[in-house]
C-alpha cells in the first residue's frame, strides 16, 4: 500500500461510527437538483430513527428499499440538504452516477456497529 496523506490512524477511523440500520421509509426527493431519496432509518432503540437523503435512484425503487439493512455513518453533523436535515450517511460503492448499497447478507440486529 501507498503511503500518502489518505492515510488514517487506527484512532482518527475508529471514530467513524458505522452502524447497521433498517430502511422503514422510502420516497422522491422532489425538491432536490439530482435524482434523490427520502430515507428514514430505524438504528434501534439506541439511536433511533434518522432521516437521510440518497441519490441511490438509479439501481433502486422505494418499493424495494423499504426493510432493507444497510450500512451508515451516524456520528456525522446533521446536513441541511434542500427541505431535509441529512442525519446520516448511508453508505454505498460507487460507480460514475450508480450506487450499491452496502447491506447486511443476513439479518443482524439494528444499531450493531460495523468495525
Known amino acids: 500500500m501507498e503511503n500518502n496523506n ?3 490512524t487506527w484512532d482518527e477511523f475508529s ?3 458505522m452502524r447497521v440500520g433498517t430502511i422503514i421509509e422510502a ?21 433511533g430513527k ?14 424495494e428499499l423499504i426493510g432493507k439493512q444497510v450500512v451508515a455513518v451516524v456520528n456525522f ?5 434542500a427541505t431535509l436535515m441529512s442525519e446520516c ?8 452516477k450508480e450506487v450499491t448499497l452496502m447491506t447486511m447478507d443476513k439479518p443482524t440486529k439494528n444499531g450493531l456497529r460495523i468495525g
Open 6 to 8: 489518505n492515510t488514517l
Open 15 to 17: 471514530k467513524v461510527e
Open 27 to 47: 420516497e422522491v426527493f422532489a425538491e432536490v437538483r439530482n435524482p434523490a431519496y427520502k430515507l428514514i432509518v430505524d438504528f434501534g432503540e439506541e439511536i
Open 50 to 63: 434518522r432521516k437521510s437523503s440518497a441519490q441511490i435512484t438509479k439501481l433502486y425503487t422505494p418499493e
Open 77 to 81: 453533523p446533521p446536513k441541511q440538504i
Open 89 to 96: 450517511l448511508v453508505m454505498g460503492a460507487v460507480e460514475g
